[in-house]
């Protein structure tokens, strides 16, 4: 279908005007100055009174207003930094980062001294640090070393509304820190009205409105439902640069991949135009914005564009809430975005591709008239905004794999989960799916308590597999290529595959393989590395990203004083790397396949199909070995397997569910599958009875 939208010409001249005004303003203005125009300044002494008087209170604000960057300064300048710390988390790290940086301009110290953020692997505070941003993910791993929380003294739960499966576990903790310690303050904030609920949490604590100074959004829907999205939005952020008055574009997409398609063409179209037409056309500069985008280019998207150009910038649903651009006059929002859901028929998470809530496309939509009126097209029609789409996104807790949460909350003794004070509580199908997960890697016993192995794998802030998999490298006595191959799986993709050097950066790649295993590959890649003194210029050479590679080498660095501390030995397996597969297969049989045809796998419990990614080494042995296992499953055009490696069938009987028992008592395989038969019916009574006290409770 082709996108169709019609132009208000009267509305384009009143937009012109107040676009030359307000484009300027951050030119031209101190940042004093900004931080005093922002909306939340002119409440600022009632807010920190209603804070003094209260313990918990929700802040509620529409984006951009300057919750997050102006709550903490004014707390620190109320006093609350003279006894402790103010935290402030959020639910993604690109923010967390980005944010920091800005408060640390504004109070005009370096960062990582007095203004600091943490983010996993990665901790920029010092010593000096009073405000710390940080993903919710740090806090509650802070939460298992110091369970009161003791060096904070206000901690602001910020974008509340996302709802993070993180943010949701916090709530129920930092409820119990606030009846504990009366010193302690929580703020929780929200870009949305639905505050009633947190509030209601608390105890129906206040709920304080900034008042608003929004634009009126123009909302122009597509007529007919378009099938690729790239495409048309890549064509209607060309239209406004040709024909529409000043004003920076943003563009929502849902990932990575898309994003640089759309770059790329974006960038392809302006070249063409450039070089067919005679008088001169306006800069356009395009800037990508995502999760693994590499911090100094996140940091772009906030740079003026020069005198003339204009920004368009293309985001994932990074820039709905969290990150707040000036001077966007026009968004084209694709309606889409990723979502991690569970996967009941494939037992797992998947990242998948949904259509947003409508609560979401407003909040893109309105990222158009912060600074002025604006306009939004929306590449979807008005029908499937009303009937299509859900009107609230579902909590992440209530849909995702809780294998973390699960392992988490049993360190802190919650032993029945099904007790946790959730605000919303994750279907008891999710807690049950999730323990079952954890007691076929060795980390619950048949009571659903802790195993030695549950508790080291605690210490690690991975995945329960990755950690796993770290931790049968001590069993196989090849810990030092397990934990390299855990980093590289943990930092963005290291191969670099430019566009138009695809065939050229494919060959680099295709040298490092090792025709077994993806995850070998990985570690092949790493080792070569080093072998080449870590240089940068190596990794140009070989198509490498050097920055993934640095940000692997710090990873492991960080595992490797965890594995100290739990005094386990860096052993290495030397060229034997069957060991290694071996490791991999103890932590992924959940992810095994088994063969159906060329490069294609179903899956050994479910038969879900899945495939073999044409960019897998496992195409270089010349024939597609029987069994793989894989580090997960990414849903596109089909179901790819990413990252998987060759296992041998008998390892997957031994090293299956009961692989503990096999090792310690040797039994025939015979008497193994009977023990595991009878293990398995005890922990499914474990969850029966689960169950059964859920219904008790509920009856009550
Ligand atoms: P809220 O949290 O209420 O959405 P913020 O505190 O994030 O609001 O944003 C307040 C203002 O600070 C916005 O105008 C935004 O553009 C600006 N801002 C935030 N981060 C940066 C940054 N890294 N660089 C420049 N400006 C920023
Ligand atoms: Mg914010």
């Known amino acids: 279908g082709e996108v169709d939208f019609k132009e208000d010409a009267r509305f384009s001249k009143h937009m012109k005007e107040k676009g030359e005004a307000v484009s300027d303003f951050a030119k031209t203005k101190t940042i004093s100055q900004q931080r005093q125009y922002l909306p939340i300044y002119s409440v600022r002494d009632e807010l920190l009174q209603v804070i003094r008087e209260n313990q918990v209170i929700v802040v509620v604000g529409e984006t951009g207003s300057g919750k997050t960057t102006q709550l903490t300064q004014y707390l620190h300048e109320d006093g609350y930094t003279t006894n402790g710390i103010v935290g402030c ?8 980062m980005s944010v920091a940086k800005r408060v640390s301009e504004e109070m005009e110290t370096e960062l990582g001294d007095l203004v600091g953020y943490a983010i996993r692997f990665e901790d920029e505070t010092g010593p000096n640090t009073i405000i710390k941003y940080m993903t919710d993910g740090v806090l509650l791993r802070e939460t298992l070393k110091d369970s009161d929380l003791d060096k904070y003294r206000v901690v602001v739960m910020d974008e509340a509304h996302e709802r993070s499966l993180n943010t949701d576990v916090l709530f129920g903790i930092l409820k119990k820190v606030v009846a504990r310690r009366r010193d302690f303050k929580l703020i929780v904030t929200s870009a949305t009205l639905n505050a009633q609920k947190f509030s209601n949490f608390f105890g129906s604590v206040p709920i304080f409105h900034i008042p608003g100074r929004t634009f009126p959004v123009n909302i122009l829907y597509s ?10 939005a890549v064509k209607q952020a060309m239209t406004i640069h040709i024909t529409s008055a000043p004003g920076d574009i943003l563009i929502f997409m849902t990932g990575q991949d898309e994003i640089e398609a759309t770059c790329y063409a974006l960038a392809e179209r302006m070249e063409q135009l450039v070089s067919t037409t005679k008088k001169g056309v306006p800069k ?9 985008l590499p911090a100094d280019l996140q940091a772009k998207i906030f740079e003026k564009a020069e005198e003339g150009a204009r920004k368009c910038i293309v985001a994932t ?43 979401a496309a407003d909040q893109r939509a309105g990222r158009a008239g912060r600074t002025g009126p604006g306009t939004c097209y929306r590449l979807y029609t008005e029908s499937a905004y009303q009937n299509e789409m859900l009107p609230n996104p579902v909590p992440e807790i209530q849909r995702t794999n809780l294998g973390n949460v699960v392992l988490l909350l049993k360190s802190l003794k919650i032993e029945n989960l099904l007790d946790f004070d959730f605000m919303d509580p994750p279907p008891q199908e999710n807690i049950l799916n999730s323990m079952y997960q954890l007691w076929v890697l060795g980390a619950l016993s048949n009571v659903g308590g802790l195993t030695s192995l549950g508790w080291k794998m605690v210490e690690f802030p991975l995945d329960p597999p990755l950690a796993k998999m770290l931790l049968m490298g001590e069993q196989l006595e090849c810990v030092n290529e397990v934990l390299t191959i855990v980093s590289m799986l943990s930092v963005p993709s290291v191969f670099f595959r430019p566009k138009d050097r695809a065939e050229e950066s494919d060959a680099a790649r295709e040298k490092f393989f090792v025709p077994e295993s993806d995850h070998l590959t990985l570690l092949n890649v790493y080792q070569q590395w080093k072998a080449n003194d870590y240089r940068g210029g190596w990794c140009n050479d070989h198509f490498l990203h050097v920055k993934g590679l640095k940000k692997a080498r710090e990873v492991r660095s960080q595992l490797l004083d965890i594995l100290k501390m739990l005094k386990i030995p860096l052993t290495s397996c030397g060229p034997d790397w069957d060991i290694v597969r071996k490791a991999i297969c103890s932590a992924y049989f959940h992810n095994s396949a088994r063969l159906k045809g060329v490069g294609e796998y179903v899956n050994s419990r479910n038969g879900m199909p899945c495939h073999l990614h044409p960019s897998s080494a496992l195409y270089g042995l010349g024939y597609t070995p029987d069994y793989v296992v894989y580090h997960e499953l990414i849903l596109t055009t089909k179901e790819y397997m990413q990252c998987a490696t060759a296992v041998e069938p008998q390892w997957l009987a031994e090293l299956g569910p009961m692989f503990f028992s096999v090792k310690e008592s040797d039994t025939s395989l015979l008497e193994h599958k009977k023990k595991q038969k009878e293990e398995k019916t005890a922990m499914e009574q474990e969850m029966e009875n689960l169950r059964n006290e859920q219904a008790e409770i509920e009856r009550r």
């Open 89 to 96: 988390t959020q639910p993604r790290r690109v923010a967390a």
């Open 223 to 232: 007529k007919s439902p378009c099938e690729d999205y790239v495409e048309a």
């Open 284 to 292: 356009l500069l395009i800037l990508p914005i995502y999760s693994q």
């Open 317 to 359: 649903n990074i820039a709905e809430t969290s990150l707040t651009v000036d001077g966007i006059f026009y968004v084209i929002d694709t309606g889409y975005g990723k979502m991690k859901v569970y996967n009941p028929r494939m037992g797992m998470d998947a990242l998948q591709v949904f259509p947003v809530s409508r609560a």
